[in-house]
């Protein structure tokens, strides 16, 4: 029925209350095929530790590129219904079973609304503006996304020469190259990121590192995104 896949890099602190959180989501949709992939791209701490603890099939991925580590899940996957989630993000309750509604309805592809904050004013200020423009652009973005998996790899899966931005790239492609597919960005139900890039990283480098020019021409440079490949924050 449907398969979860959760890239992670150094992941113990917030991965307990994510699988917690999907599990009580699973359960509530009642759908009893399911599986959680945990994609380990080269942790040094307890992160596959506490995924072998919560019984999720674990797959090591070396390469330090989040298009290839969700992209080794998809390919591992062994239902046709595929959602990536990040490993610091709660899903709601009901997101699953909104999800698997939607691949009911004959959609090949969506996000779920997501929900950001910081404890940082200014910040927030910024995330609103970029909430607008997401909305003008028709950004998917990659917190929580899902896919049918053959359209996903018929497609090619995530860019794999990008570093940063690859989730809304894909989505552009798609509906580029194949306008009449089927998307959609689900609204009535809501993921939670946790807030630590907002809080923590200086406000000057969020600016430029958000930046849609600065994703634009530098996304295949990894020294460009040194700050987000370092920490586990990708």
Same mark, same amino acid.
């Given at each position: 029925?449907?398969?979860?896949?959760?890239?992670?890099?150094?992941?113990?602190?917030?991965?307990?209350?994510?699988?917690?959180?999907?599990?009580?989501?699973?359960?509530?949709?009642?759908?009893?095929?399911?599986?959680?992939?945990?994609?380990?791209?080269?942790?040094?701490?307890?992160?596959?530790?506490?995924?072998?603890?919560?019984?999720? *099939? !674990?797959?090591?991925?070396? &390469? #330090?590129?989040?298009?290839?580590?969700?992209?080794? $899940?998809? /390919?591992?996957?062994?239902?046709?219904?595929?959602?990536?989630?990040?490993?610091?993000?709660?899903?709601?309750?009901?997101?699953?079973?909104?999800?698997?509604?939607?691949?009911?309805?004959?959609?090949?592809?969506?996000?779920? *609304? !997501?929900?950001?904050?910081? &404890? #940082?004013?200014?910040?927030?200020?910024?995330?609103? $503006?970029? /909430?607008?423009?997401?909305?003008?652009?028709?950004?998917?973005?990659?917190?929580?996304?899902?896919?049918?998996?053959?359209?996903?790899?018929?497609?090619?899966?995530?860019?794999?020469?990008?570093?940063?931005?690859?989730?809304?790239?894909?989505?552009?492609?798609? &509906?580029?190259?194949?306008?009449?597919?089927?998307?959609?960005?689900? /609204?009535?139900?809501?993921?939670?990121?946790?807030?630590?890039?907002?809080?923590?990283?200086?406000?000057?480098?969020?600016?430029?590192?958000?930046?849609?020019?600065?994703?634009?021409?530098?996304?295949?440079?990894?020294?460009?995104?040194?700050?987000?490949?370092? &920490?586990?924050?990708?």
């Amino acid at each position: 029925m449907i398969s979860i896949i959760i890239p992670a890099y150094n992941e113990e602190k917030y991965l307990p209350e994510t699988i917690k959180a999907l599990k009580k989501s699973i359960a509530y949709s009642k759908t009893k095929d399911y599986e959680i992939i945990l994609v380990d791209n080269n942790s040094t701490d307890k992160t596959r530790k506490v995924a072998m603890d919560f019984k999720l *099939k !674990v797959l090591d991925e070396p &390469k #330090r590129n989040i298009s290839t580590v969700r992209n080794r $899940g998809a /390919k591992e996957a062994k239902f046709e219904n595929l959602v990536f989630l990040d490993a610091d993000t709660i899903v709601s309750t009901d997101t699953i079973s909104k999800i698997l509604e939607q691949f009911n309805n004959h959609f090949l592809a969506g996000s779920v *609304k !997501v929900i950001s904050f910081s &404890k #940082r004013k200014l910040v927030n200020l910024y995330m609103n $503006g970029w /909430k607008l423009l997401a909305l003008l652009l028709k950004m998917h973005q990659g917190a929580c996304q899902f896919h049918k998996k053959q359209t996903f790899l018929d497609n090619g899966g995530f860019d794999e020469s990008i570093f940063m931005g690859e989730d809304v790239i894909y989505f552009w492609e798609l &509906k580029k190259k194949k306008p009449h597919i089927k998307t959609i960005k689900i /609204k009535d139900t809501q993921v939670y990121p946790s807030n630590r890039k907002w809080d923590t990283i200086p406000i000057w480098q969020l600016l430029i590192e958000t930046n849609p020019l600065m994703v634009l021409f530098f996304k295949r440079r990894i020294e460009t995104w040194k700050s987000w490949y370092a &920490k586990p924050l990708r």
